[in-house]
DNA sequence: TTCTAAATTTGTACTCAATACAAATAAGTA
DNA sequence: TACTTATTTGTATTGAGTACAAATTTAGAA
């Protein structure tokens, strides 16, 4: 899958967020890309191309385009944090055994967040995420 | 609030998890303060009555409570585990100001889970993560 | 175009939650 | 008792992520 940068820097401007070649490069990354990647796993792809590329960079920009709603930045992996660029809301499943981590649609219910709301708690964003055992790795383990 | 041995003990072994001083402790302090500690904080509550107290034990002990789901394990906050003492199950709100989680009664939807078990995903476990403002750091805010 | 200030990037040093691991201790069993 | 297993401890280490100041690039004015 192939993105031009008019894509990416209109998305940029949508957000805010001013183009820059190492901004373009990380966020054609993130929709090229959609395996919600690490910083580090970022880095290491983009060095080849990017040789003066540094990891402070990837890791501001990652938090840059998350602070301003460009990306979102996941929490399921207690280890890393894995960042996803997608355009509709969606749950995430991480598989225990293969660490992989993969979309799944949701309908968000409104009964939860109405509960937040009645506690007074001022709610922004949402994650749903599932743990478990991926298809592959359930049927290696035949449990 | 107050957690007796006996309280303790059959909860652990419920959980299929043999009682030692130190899981007693560490159950206790969770069973008894129910603010979502982490290791850390478990650590440095107890060491004043425990001074032989390792830092490892505290870490390996609330793995191998959540591990055997006699305790759950948060990933919510992106730079430390929180563990969670609780009977029945709830979503949970990370303030983004104070940091404080809190608990939100919850009425999981089968919508959700229906969609990853069509995409052969074997959920496991789910986790409701909210984050915003929580109603202090609103006030103060103003916004 | 050139100058200047602001924005952005870079590299190094560092922090700190979490882990690895082997020695020491405690508990269960014959 | 002696022997085996389970548990705990302390030290050393890992590695994701951050702090920070210097270097570089960009934007806008003159």
Redesign the interface.
Known sequence: MTVTVPDITSHLAAHGIRPSAQRIAIMRYLMENRVHPTADMIYNDLIADNPTLSRTTVYNTLWLFADNHAVS?L????TN?HFDYSEKPH?H?L??CCGKI?D??????P???S??EH?????????????????DC?SIRQN
């Open positions: 930045a929490t399921i992996d207690r944090t749950a499943f598989c225990r993969f799944v649609p949701a309908i968000i219910s009964i939860v967040q509960s937040a506690a007074k708690l001022h709610v922004e964003h949402m994650d749903i995420h599932y743990t478990g055992l991926c298809n359930h």
